[in-house]
């Protein structure tokens, strides 16, 4: 069976609705590009950019973050964290190449924003990472400056590419492909349709741990993957985005990065010594303008106690990206001959079928 979404498979995740793309461009405004590597039988990586809005430094939107693990990195996240405001794309990419992805975000932001070029103000952006050195030979660098801008040109709304590709070529999750995963959820809030989006970067785990919608599939797929060779050096990492048009502040948005790492917990990550857990959100429902001569804003923001709604809808939501980014995935070869299979969907299929029925058989018992 080729790569399909874990809807396609019939199983879905939670009780809220799905925006019409299932994924985070369901949230307006919102495109993601991709640039793939893949050459001779060692390079295996890429970038993969994510665009919150067409004039994002000059329209700055309130963000926050949450950080589970700390053994990965997201640059920029210190201005992210200590201003509350998003004001680049974000980038993602592998471990060895944040410093050039970094260089190619500036390099595009000072061309294509005015202010920033001729007054010589400065940008930090936002640049996360995740290891993919089992399957991407890193110390190659094939990654540079043009692949960063190459993303950004390829970025879309709409339905986009998940699985291995961009950032998420080289990647590994729970012992089997990983890579870039999304999906989306739509909440009600006073009459009010809002939506949640979230991608991932998915890296980590081991196979045992592996869980669908609760359920322990891992288990069940162990054998299946035990005649490979695992990874087993390091544990990976997962970066996970959230977008949301839903009116908060930038400490609402860290509890909802929080909420998301339970949807991380839930596919089956104990956040490992050496895996990075690291989460970041922005919402476009606020608008702060990059120089403003007013002293005063005015938000809109909804009271906390209207949340949790919201962040039932996170958890859903990560789970379920995480999950995308498996069964879009499929067998991959990469350096030193090392091979990483993708998740055998006909069997997760068959297992979540039978547990299932198993469950609705208990229940009329």
């Given at each position: 069976m080729k790569g399909a979404s874990i809807r396609e498979l019939e199983i879905s995740i939670g009780k809220y609705p799905t925006g019409p793309n299932n994924n985070i461009t369901d949230v307006k405004g919102i495109k993601v590009g991709h640039t793939t590597l893949i050459e001779g039988d060692h390079i295996r990586t890429g970038v993969t950019s994510i665009l919150p809005s067409s004039q994002i430094f000059n329209n700055k939107f309130i963000a926050g973050s949450f950080i589970l693990n700390g053994a990965g990195e997201v640059s920029g996240l210190t201005q992210l964290t200590e201003w509350g405001l998003l004001e680049t794309p974000i980038a993602l990419t592998n471990t060895m190449s944040v410093g050039t992805v970094t260089q190619g975000l500036t390099q595009w932001m000072s061309k294509k924003y005015v202010k920033i070029w001729n007054f010589r103000d400065v940008v930090i952006p936002v640049v996360g990472e995740c290891d993919d050195s089992y399957l991407n030979d890193c110390m190659t660098f094939p990654i540079t400056p043009d692949h960063v801008v190459e993303s950004i040109n390829n970025a879309t709304s709409g339905v986009i590419p998940q699985g291995s590709i961009g950032a998420g070529t080289g990647m590994i999750c729970c012992d089997v492909k990983g890579g870039i995963g999304s999906s989306s959820r739509e909440i009600e809030?006073?009459?009010?349709?809002?939506?949640?989006?979230?991608?991932?970067?998915?890296?980590?785990?081991?196979?045992?741990?592996?869980?669908?919608?609760?359920?322990?599939?891992?288990?069940?797929?162990?054998?299946?993957?035990?005649?490979?060779?695992?990874?087993?050096?390091?544990?990976?990492?997962?970066?996970?985005?959230?977008?949301?048009?839903?009116?908060?502040?930038?400490?609402?948005?860290?509890?909802?990065?929080?909420?998301?790492?339970?949807?991380?917990?839930?596919?089956?990550?104990?956040?490992?010594?050496?895996?990075?857990?690291?989460?970041?959100?922005?919402?476009?429902?606020?608008?702060?303008?990059?120089?403003?001569?007013?002293?005063?804003?005015?938000?809109?923001?909804?009271?906390?106690?209207?949340?949790?709604?919201?962040?039932?809808?996170v958890i859903e939501a990560t789970e379920e990206a995480i999950w995308n980014s498996l069964t879009y995935s499929g067998d991959m070869a990469g350096a030193d001959g090392r091979v990483v299979p993708g998740v055998n969907l006909a069997k997760v299929k068959k297992i979540y079928s039978k547990i299932k029925k198993l469950e609705r058989e208990l229940e009329k018992s």
């Open positions: 809030i006073e009459g009010k349709i809002y939506t949640i989006g979230v991608l991932v970067l998915s890296n980590f785990g081991e196979i045992e741990d592996l869980k669908l919608d609760g359920l322990p599939v891992g288990r069940v797929l162990k054998k299946e993957v035990s005649q490979y060779r695992l990874r087993r050096e390091n544990y990976g990492s997962i970066i996970t985005v959230i977008a949301t048009d839903l009116p908060t502040s930038s400490h609402q948005i860290s509890r909802l990065c929080k909420r998301a790492a339970l949807g991380i917990g839930r596919v089956g990550s104990y956040a490992a010594h050496g895996s990075g857990e690291i989460i970041l959100g922005f919402t476009t429902a606020n608008v702060i303008k990059h120089r403003e001569n007013k002293p005063h804003y005015k938000l809109n923001v909804i009271l906390d106690d209207h949340l949790n709604s919201a962040y039932r809808a």
